[in-house]
């Protein structure tokens, strides 16, 4: 169990969390919610112990151990595979160990220790996670510095969830993910063993992975039992409740200073607005509901109608090296009314097609045609990161917008950022001062501030937390021009797109269904390419011949070989005098899993046949 007791913790003046207890049992499945800013890193922080609280405790079960996904593995030529197998830091010493021990008895205990951990599987369980998180098999043995940083925050991901901890935090764990990788991972954590405490805006991932909502904002933290949809529902029951008893209270208060206002001057009555004087002072005042939803904005509507299609790719080849395309033969158009989202794993191309759309990256055959008044807004996830952060979003609109009006009046500047939250101190504040959400925004009204007929937004979602996510679903649903947009989030993508692309094997097709269908095609695309990697495997041993259907009796007599085999590499691994050849004893180890392997497979022959 982790205990969170009285905890209150402070940074200068602000009070984060103050005063908060939270009990949470083994095998609860967690979702950490709340505003952008209202301090849920800042309670992993103090969980893991990397922060410590001003105030209360924070306890676990003894024997337990913590992980988290590591944000600082070093620079490193290691294998991915061994970077995921180090993470078990116990299995790794014993490894170690068994490389330099003399001593048959300890080495015994070494690899008894190994057993107990099922270290020989370790390998398999170790690629299944890589490659469930988008790597390649070539993949798992190439160096880890190799990898971008996205893959790197995989590779970390892969390494905490290998540990397999009784109590694992997980910080946005889909930011670096694609739409494959996070419907692998809503499966694995929905069945995950242990603890799970996660901080995610994917209200869908939510949905299929928590049982439990601790709910962090304005310093408390409360407890909700089911997931993110029954939180919402409570929540806004309770809202309910709270701003009727502030009605009932204010109103009662309004009486009480009426009195008081009435007869304090009065003698005979003095005594009695004295008295209420005094309860008013003492009086809980019930907070009223504060509307904190995330700041509603919209998107400028297209000032002109163009004709259909806005957009002509004619059997273009798309890619950055001549020869070596990265698209084939793309022929697809995009009309005024068109709302389009592209499917398809990370590497695919499909941040390459937004470029050729916006016309940041040309066609290396075929063409693509525009319309001549044709205006597009294009977001892009690393825009971010080019803001001149020094600078203001009043100065850098202003700029923006001179470009097109030089004479542009400065009510018409802070009106295009008013439309997206900006006030005038927000609007005049430090860009590097705002938050990551905040930065998002700017980026929409900079993309959009001519009122663009065609929208394209590559992972618009990344920095907004779930109340932004859903006033950007909403000013995009009230937009009248076309949007073409990828994103990871499932829930985006149901509610904005009406048409899906699919991205895949160089080539752009239309997918016809919704993402359940979708789904269904990545799983049998990934049975088809390990049946494809398993054939080629097996290729050379194959037999020219079909192998006949083999009878119960046969598979019993392998059942009795291999059971027989088995008992004696037990009685061989029983005797200490083994472990005077530590060579000898790994190798009967070895054997003895794969004996072990085989008689389970044999095993299952049986009851199917």
């Excluded at 306890?59 to 070093?74: A, E, H």
């Excluded at 008081?260 to 008013?280: G, I, N, P, T, Y």
């Excluded at 054939?535 to 059971?563: C, F």
Aim: charged share 30%; proline share 4%; with cysteine.
């Amino acid at each position: 169990m982790l205990s969170i007791a009285n905890l209150s913790y402070k940074i200068g003046a602000r009070t984060i969390i103050k005063d908060s207890s939270i009990n949470i049992m083994d095998g609860w499945k967690v979702g950490v919610v709340g505003q952008n800013g209202a301090g849920k890193s800042t309670l992993f922080k103090l969980i893991a112990g990397d922060l410590k609280p001003d105030g209360g405790s924070i306890s676990m079960t003894l024997r337990q151990r913590m992980g988290m996904v590591r944000q600082d593995i070093p620079e490193t030529d290691t294998a991915l595979i061994d970077i995921v197998l180090a993470a078990n830091e116990e299995m790794a010493a014993l490894w170690k160990a068994s490389e330099t021990e003399q001593d048959p008895n300890k080495l015994g205990e070494i690899y008894e220790k190994l057993g107990d951990m099922d270290a020989y599987a370790a390998p398999a369980k170790a690629a299944t996670l890589l490659t469930g998180l988008g790597f390649k098999e070539h993949q798992l043995t190439e160096p880890f510095s190799s990898f971008s940083g996205g893959w790197r925050m995989r590779v970390a991901l892969a390494a905490a969830l290998f540990v397999e901890p009784e109590v694992l935090l997980l910080d946005e764990p889909t930011n670096h993910l694609d739409l494959e990788a996070i419907m692998w991972l809503e499966n694995y954590l929905s069945n995950y063993p242990h603890t799970l405490l996660i901080i995610s805006h994917d209200r869908d991932m939510l949905n299929k992975c928590i049982d439990h909502v601790i709910h962090v904002d304005k310093g408390d933290l409360t407890l909700y039992t089911g997931n993110y949809d029954t939180f919402e529902r409570e929540r806004a029951m309770r809202l309910g409740l709270q701003q009727k008893m502030h009605e009932k209270q204010q109103a009662q208060r309004a009486h009480m200073q009426s009195f008081v206002d009435r007869f304090k001057a009065k003698a005979s009555k003095a005594r009695q607005a004295q008295s209420r004087m005094k309860a008013l002072e003492k009086m809980d005042i019930v907070d009223a509901v504060i509307a904190d939803r995330a700041v509603r904005f919209t998107f400028p509507n297209p000032d002109s109608k163009i004709p259909s299609p806005m957009i002509s790719v004619n059997h273009a080849d798309i890619g950055y090296t001549e020869g070596n395309p990265i698209l084939k033969r793309v022929h697809e158009n995009i009309d005024l009314d068109d709302r389009i989202a592209l499917l398809g794993a990370n590497g695919n191309g499909k941040s390459t097609l937004m470029k050729l759309i916006a016309g940041k990256l040309g066609a290396m055959k075929g063409d693509i045609v525009r319309s001549s008044k044709l205006r597009i807004g294009y977001f892009s996830q690393h825009q971010t990161e080019e803001l001149d952060v020094e600078s203001t979003p009043y100065r850098e609109m202003r700029e923006l917008m001179a470009k097109k009006n030089p004479d542009v009046k400065e009510h018409v500047v802070r009106a295009k950022l008013g439309a997206f939250g900006f006030g005038r101190d927000l609007a005049d504040n430090q860009i590097k001062a705002l938050s990551g959400g905040e930065k998002a925004r700017l980026l929409f009204a900079f993309m959009s501030f001519d009122g663009p007929h065609l929208l394209l937004l590559d992972e618009p979602t990344n920095h907004l937390d779930i109340d932004a996510r859903e006033a950007l679903v909403q000013a995009l649903n009230d937009y009248e021009g076309a949007i073409v947009i990828v994103s990871h989030d499932p829930t985006m993508v149901e509610r904005v797109a009406d048409r899906l692309w699919i991205v895949h094997d160089s080539k752009v097709a239309d997918f016809e269904g919704d993402l359940e269908d979708y789904r269904d095609f990545i799983i049998q695309t990934a049975r088809n390419t390990k049946r494809q990697e398993r054939d080629k495997k097996d290729k050379p041993q194959k037999q020219s011949k079909p192998t006949p259907k083999r009878s119960t009796g046969e598979i019993e007599a392998d059942i009795e070989r291999l059971t027989a085999e088995k008992e004696k590499l037990e009685a061989k691994l029983a005797d200490p005098a083994l472990y005077n050849d530590p060579k000898k004893a790994a190798e009967l180890q070895k054997t003895y899993t794969r004996i072990s392997k085989e008689l389970e497979d044999q095993e299952a022959a049986f009851l199917a046949a």
